[in-house]
């Protein structure tokens, strides 16, 4: 058992800049896989993820140069670092943990087993 729970989210006028922290509890070998994603109204989308094995980076297109994703291994924390913020990144923003290393391969992959409740982010013009 994985369990995430995340904060940092508020509202921020556009251009501005957030951190949001997910706190991990449970055993490494089932989280190998963290990432965070973003629920619209009627879709999802994963914004970054890391391999916590060797620290592994993905950053999606659409944040690439606003958006930083980094792992503190010593305090149990995946953080997403965003800047330069934007109405359209408006959400509800999950971490996510699973035990595939795969998982993080494939970027396409909606599916992790473990999900915190969210925290939302909404920007202002």
């Known amino acids: 058992q994985v369990d995430l729970v995340e904060s940092g989210g508020g509202s921020v006028l556009a251009g501005g800049s957030l951190r949001l922290s997910c706190i991990v509890a449970?055993?490494?070998?089932?989280?190998?896989?963290m990432a965070w994603f973003r629920q619209f109204l009627m879709s999802r989308e994963r914004v970054a993820s890391i391999?916590?094995?060797?620290?592994?980076?993905y950053v999606a297109d659409s944040v690439k140069g606003r958006f930083t994703v980094s792992l503190d291994n010593a305090k149990n924390t995946v953080f997403l670092d965003m800047n330069s913020l934007k109405p359209e990144d408006t959400a509800k923003y999950y971490c996510?943990?699973?035990?595939?290393?795969?998982?993080?391969?494939?970027?396409?992959?909606?599916?992790?087993?473990?999900w915190g409740q969210g925290t939302q982010v909404t920007v202002s013009s």
């Open positions: 996510a943990a699973d035990p595939a290393e795969r998982t993080c391969l494939d970027v396409w992959r909606l599916a992790f087993d473990y």
């Open positions: 391999t916590a094995t060797n620290g592994s980076i």
């Open positions: 449970g055993p490494m070998n089932r989280r190998a896989c």
